[in-house]
């Protein structure tokens, strides 16, 4: 590993020994409450892997919240199996207003979404393998809901990234469709949220925690140069 200099600030020195901490895999559930991952800049190699000891999924939920500038397309969760590298997949394109949901390397298009760079968004997504429909939820609005893959669960082993899309099974990352920005509340179900429920997770007024995924108990190994940091307050 290359160390960098320490400057004479100490929030400089801070932030690089937190980077030297986290880069193990995390022995035990992490509550990171008030926590934000940062991925800083463009590489092939920088992402957090998510570990979960369930590994067969009839139905899924996914949200979390995430900030970027980036106009260029990029992965923000990659779910891959030995079969599908794109198992569940969201990723967002260059151009704007358009998210794609992978689901067992079936991909659905989600058209005039109103994202917008540099803010913070809530994101969603709900799939069942026996109606195969897929729903993307945009800071609690609802797209359409379209057909895209059914008759298959999504069954392990399960290899989770934030901030990366594979192209293998744990790897096979391209700098140009990594993620560089904040992510942040990652919670994962086993069964479709209503939408209820998804408003309550925007709203963060007492939602259900994921039982696949939880951000407040979260096993997590950070691979390269992504740091874990305060949530960013906004003063009044």
Not at 108 to 114: A, I, P, V, Y
Not at 215 to 228: D, S
Request: glycine share 6%; with cysteine.
């Amino acid at each position: 590993m290359h160390l960098y200099p320490l400057s004479t600030s100490e929030t400089t020195s801070k932030m690089l020994l937190l980077l030297l901490l986290v880069t193990s895999c995390s022995a035990i559930p992490n509550d990171l409450s008030n926590k934000m991952f940062t991925f800083p800049q463009e590489t092939n190699t920088a992402h957090v892997r998510l570990t979960t000891s369930r590994q067969n999924l009839r139905a899924v939920t996914v949200c979390f919240r995430f900030f970027t500038d980036l106009k260029r397309d990029h992965a923000l969760f990659s779910l891959a199996l030995p079969s599908f590298d794109n198992a569940f997949l969201f990723y967002n394109l260059a151009k704007l207003d358009s998210f794609q949901i992978y689901v067992n390397n079936m991909v659905t298009n989600f058209e005039g979404l109103d994202f917008k760079l540099n803010k913070w968004h809530s994101i969603c997504a709900t799939w069942d393998s026996t109606s195969g429909v897929v729903q993307l939820w945009l800071d609690g609005e609802p797209s359409n809901r379209k057909f895209t893959s059914s008759g298959s669960n999504i069954n392990g082993p399960i290899i989770v990234a934030l901030g990366q899309e594979q192209d293998t099974h744990g790897g096979g990352f391209d700098a140009k469709q990594s993620f560089v920005g904040m992510m942040s509340d990652v919670h994962m179900w086993d069964y479709k949220l209503s939408s209820c429920e998804i408003h309550r997770y925007v709203d963060e007024s007492g939602f259900t925690e994921g039982n696949v995924l939880n951000w407040n108990a979260l096993e997590f190994q950070i691979i390269g140069r992504v740091m874990i940091e305060n949530k960013l307050d906004v003063c009044q």
